[in-house]
Every structure is written in C-alpha cells, then in structure tokens.
C-alpha cells in the first residue's frame, strides 16, 4: 500500500533551526513535494524534490533519497509565522500525490 | 503565478438544500483540477480528479451523484454539494495543475471554502 510516515508534532525555538523528516512508500515515484498549511487555511506549494539531493529555496530547504523512501524538510532562521502544518507529499505512477495527516510545527518565543 | 481561486469561502445553508462552489485558475490553464475535503486536524481527503472536457473520476466512497463536478473549461471547475447534509459541513479545497511532467505536476491550492450545513 501507500503509506506516508511523518511526526505529528514538533516543538522549536524562534531562531533556531528544525528537520522535520518524512518516509514515504508509494506505488512508484514521480517526486515529492513539501506543502506548508496554516491553521483554517489551504495548503500552500513550498518545494519539489525529484532528484536526490538537497534543494535549497531562502530559509526552507528540502532533502531527497529515493532509494531510502526518505525527504526532510529543513527550516531555518526559525519565525513564529512558520507555526503551520508541513504535509510532504509524494506523488505515485499516476501523478497522484499522496497525502499524510502532516507535522503540526509549534514556535515558541 | 499559479494563483486559484474558490468562491464563496463561506457558506451556511440550511439542510437539504444545493450549494456550489467555484474553483478557478486566474494565471494559467489547469488541465486537471482535484477537489479535497479535510476536516478539522485531519489530512486532506481527495474527494476528485476532473480532467477539462471529460467526466470526473471519484474516490472510493465518494458519492457521485451526491457530488457534482464539472470542469468546463481549462481554467474552471465547480463542485455542487447537492441535498446537504449537516455531515457534510466540511473545509473543501480545489486545486488546479497545469500539465504533465515532473515540476508541471505542482498542484496549486485555492483558498478553501468553509461549508456548514445547519
């Protein structure tokens, strides 16, 4: 089956810097992708990882090993607008992407 | 770029009653749109996937004809609840993507339309 495997929540500092990690298993893989949800709002797009290897995008970075079934997502510089939810979602064969419950992120002052 | 837009984002109705809800991609062409639905603290639920000018394939458990999609052009699809029950008070959120292949499989999310069903 499909299956998606991600903390339910973490707890950083503001100005520090978390990993939030994800494995995943899918029925084939055409990348993953990292969305960032706030609390009542739609998820919005943050990275895409295709190719192993760390991609680098501002403070927000996101990490890929295919042969592990294993990304994280890296947050830097902490902020308190950063508390959302991260959703890392691969996307199967059919370009379906796949959907866990996410990492409900706290920023503590 | 890549902007979609829901409307309403709130709606109350009584029971029994249709509402529609409007998903629209303002800057490109949206080949293929999904709706979700997600309720509170839970993931998202992939209710469809319509694809422009043909019929909408529905999840398993999905009531088709309790739900109706129409994705009538490239840049709009509607999602009618019809004959709305208080269980179906939900978050639904579309999303749009442009083609195929690789990045071009980004799916951009509208902002969500907040249902309650009195």
């Known amino acids: 089956g499909q299956n998606i495997d991600q903390p339910t929540e973490m707890t950083a500092t503001e100005g520090a810097i978390v990993q939030i990690n994800c494995t995943y298993q899918t029925s084939g893989f055409n990348g993953l992708f990292w969305y960032q949800q706030h609390a009542g709002e739609a998820p919005t797009f943050l990275s895409y990882?295709?190719l192993d290897g760390l991609e680098e995008k501002g403070r927000f970075s996101s990490f890929l090993s295919r042969s592990k079934g294993y990304s994280y997502l890296l947050l830097k510089e902490l902020q308190m607008k950063d508390s959302a939810s991260y959703l890392c979602?691969?996307?199967?064969?059919?370009?379906?992407?796949?959907w866990g419950a996410g990492t409900k992120l706290i920023i503590k002052p | 770029g890549a902007v979609v837009s829901q409307h309403p984002s709130r709606v109350i109705c009584k029971s029994g009653t249709s509402v529609k809800i409007e998903c629209r991609s303002l800057?490109?062409?949206?080949?293929?749109m999904f709706w979700y639905r997600q309720f509170p603290k839970q993931s998202l639920m992939l209710m469809a996937t319509s694809n422009e000018g043909s019929k909408a394939t529905y999840e398993q458990g999905v009531e088709k004809d309790k739900f109706l999609i129409n994705h009538a052009s490239l840049t709009l699809s509607t999602l009618t609840v019809t004959s709305a029950h208080p269980e179906d008070s939900s978050f639904y959120i579309c999303s749009a993507r442009s083609s195929s292949g690789g990045f071009q499989e980004t799916q951009y999310f509208g902002p969500g339309t907040r249902l309650l069903v009195l």
């Open positions: 990882n295709v």
């Open positions: 979602a691969p996307m199967d064969s059919n370009y379906q992407l796949i």
């Open positions: 800057d490109f062409q949206a080949t293929t």
